[in-house]
């Protein structure tokens, strides 16, 4: 119901715009008027429609989170949508275990049988007599084979696909050989437009748990430590997205094979970009872990927009992995080019900063920290900063790595005029050169001896 709803609701609002925008601008331009400029009869209809437009759009979003709310977050189908935002926090097959008994079974009185087709095993299923009835499982194995076509489906009263929910005795998800069974006397009441939203977030839990996995058991080989570190730069973009108005340029070098240091860029709109760069607790698999879960959950989390959820739920999702002593500093921002500011969070990052053109050379305005660590202690002071950009500003990010490389004196770059200078003489520069010349710099302060830390920067340059 909530999709054709929503379709007939946008049609009428659509409708009222261009009907009411007609009227006026007829009404305006028709009434008599000194003006002997043709624009002005051009441009009047244009205004008027624009503003239509835009109270049109703030009404459609108004509706659409009143039908949201009234057809998937209430009722029979607010169970599956419960599901399915715990669904998004599971990074094992203990919690989707959890949260099957949690939301499926005691809030929504369903039976539950998961299945690796492939290997024939259960993996789970309630106790119940539908999904623990070995004569039912027999039957399903025999009706849906390893090599079933991934995807979501009706099951009927004798166990076999059925086009209509309204006669579904339960539905099931398959995806890579391993199928979900949920069985429930009323699934004819569950909106089918949430069955969608369930079967995305199906796969990307299966997909979670491989790489999970992957890395687990990889690490347990020191000979496999360069795989491990393979599938830790698959979590990190491959490629910038081209951004109007706003010029990216990163660079990341591990100390050893993996790593805490991760970023991401994920535009949000035409005009809004979020950037995050961070830094997890120590080194080896646990902060590969850490790293690869902070990267995930920002990822899947739709309202980017909004900094505190997102920022909350990494902290969640790192102390859920209950990992001693972990956690990471991180810094979210939201460029945004039309507005010409950025909203962030600095979550303990000691270096993000802004350098801006003035007339007596370029200044730097600190992006200071106002939250604490992520994923072990209470976050519930945490804040969102707003800074002023302006056309030309460049914003740098980067771990601790950069600024605390040491010359033979023991002296950290981050305190020197070379630094300083450095910084300053490049912001001129393209993103891309920014970041050359601030590499050059470390390994030249460095001496070109080992380094002692990830280094990892992200150069943002706006207009």
């Given amino acids: 119901m909530y999709k054709p709803r929503?379709?007939?609701?946008?049609?009428?609002?659509?409708?009222?715009?261009?009907?009411?925008?007609?009227?006026?601008?007829?009404?305006?331009?028709?009434?008599?008027?000194?003006?002997?400029?043709?624009?002005?009869?051009?441009?009047?209809?244009a205004v008027v429609f624009l503003g239509f437009l835009v109270?049109?759009?703030?009404?459609?979003?108004?509706?659409?989170?009143?039908?949201?709310?009234?057809?998937?977050?209430?009722?029979?189908?607010?169970?599956?949508?419960?599901?399915?935002?715990?669904l998004r926090f599971c990074y094992s097959y203990d919690d989707?275990?959890?949260?099957?008994?949690?939301?499926?079974?005691?809030?929504?009185?369903?039976?539950?049988?998961?299945?690796?087709?492939?290997?024939?095993?259960v993996l789970y299923n309630s106790p119940s007599r539908i999904s623990a009835s070995s004569k039912i499982n027999n039957k399903l194995a025999e009706n849906y084979p390893e090599n079933w076509k991934d995807g979501f489906y009706f099951i009927g009263e004798k166990l076999g696909i059925i086009s209509s929910s309204r006669k579904a005795r339960g539905f099931f998800l398959c995806y890579n050989k391993h199928q979900f069974?949920?069985?429930?006397?009323?699934?004819?009441?569950?909106?089918?437009?949430?069955?969608?939203?369930?079967?995305?977030?199906?796969?990307?839990?299966?997909?979670?748990?491989?790489?999970?996995?992957?890395?687990?058991?990889?690490?347990?080989?020191?000979?496999?430590?360069?795989?491990?570190?393979?599938t830790q730069v698959s979590f990190l973009p491959h490629n910038i997205p081209d951004i109007p108005h706003l010029k990216i340029a990163?660079?990341?070098?591990?100390?050893?094979?993996?790593?805490?240091d991760y970023y991401t860029v994920l535009p949000i709109d035409k005009n809004r970009t979020l950037l995050m760069l961070g830094d997890?607790?120590?080194?080896?698999?646990?902060?590969?872990?850490?790293?690869?879960?902070?990267?995930?959950?920002?990822?899947?989390?739709?309202?980017?927009?909004?900094?505190?959820?997102?920022?909350k739920s990494v902290d969640t999702a790192i102390k859920n992995m209950h990992l001693q002593d972990k956690y990471t500093v991180l810094f979210l921002g939201i460029v945004d080019t039309e507005a010409m500011k950025i909203s962030y969070i600095n979550a303990s990052m000691s270096d993000p900063i802004i350098l801006s053109r003035s007339p007596d050379g370029y200044r730097i305005?600190?992006?200071?920290?106002?939250?604490?660590?992520v994923g072990i202690i209470d976050m519930d002071d945490t804040r969102i900063s707003e800074q002023r950009l302006f056309r030309g500003d460049t914003i740098l990010l980067a771990t601790d790595g950069v600024s605390e490389v040491m010359d033979d004196n023991g002296v950290e770059l981050g305190d020197t005029d070379l630094f300083i200078n450095t910084l300053k003489n490049s912001a001129s520069k393209t993103p891309q050169q920014f970041v050359d010349d601030v590499v050059a710099m470390i390994?030249?302060?460095?001496?070109?001896?080992?380094?002692?830390?990830?280094?990892?920067?992200?150069?943002?340059?706006?207009?």
Wanted: net charge neutral.
């Fill in 96 to 121: 989707l275990y959890q949260t099957i008994s949690e939301s499926l079974e005691m809030k929504a009185d369903c039976s539950v049988l998961f299945v690796n087709r492939e290997k024939n095993y």
């Fill in 443 to 463: 390994m030249k302060y460095n001496g070109d001896k080992r380094l002692h830390d990830d280094i990892t920067m992200m150069v943002a340059k706006v207009g």
């Fill in 280 to 311: 997890v607790s120590g080194k080896g698999l646990p902060a590969a872990l850490i790293m690869g879960l902070v990267m995930n959950t920002v990822k899947i989390i739709e309202d980017k927009n909004d900094l505190l959820g997102v920022i």
């Fill in 250 to 260: 990163t660079y990341y070098r591990p100390l050893v094979n993996v790593s805490g």
């Fill in 181 to 230: 069974f949920v069985f429930n006397r009323y699934t004819h009441l569950f909106d089918n437009e949430i069955y969608d939203k369930l079967y995305e977030e199906y796969v990307r839990f299966l997909s979670r748990t491989r790489i999970i996995s992957d890395l687990s058991e990889i690490s347990s080989l020191t000979k496999e430590w360069e795989q491990l570190a393979e």
């Fill in 365 to 373: 305005k600190s992006l200071a920290s106002n939250a604490s660590l």
């Fill in 6 to 45: 929503k379709k007939i609701y946008f049609a009428l609002i659509n409708a009222s715009v261009l009907l009411l925008s007609t009227i006026l601008s007829v009404l305006l331009v028709t009434k008599e008027t000194p003006v002997s400029d043709p624009w002005f009869y051009i441009l009047i209809p």
């Fill in 55 to 86: 109270v049109g759009s703030s009404l459609r979003h108004s509706v659409d989170k009143r039908l949201h709310r009234k057809y998937l977050e209430t009722g029979e189908t607010s169970y599956i949508e419960d599901f399915i935002d715990k």
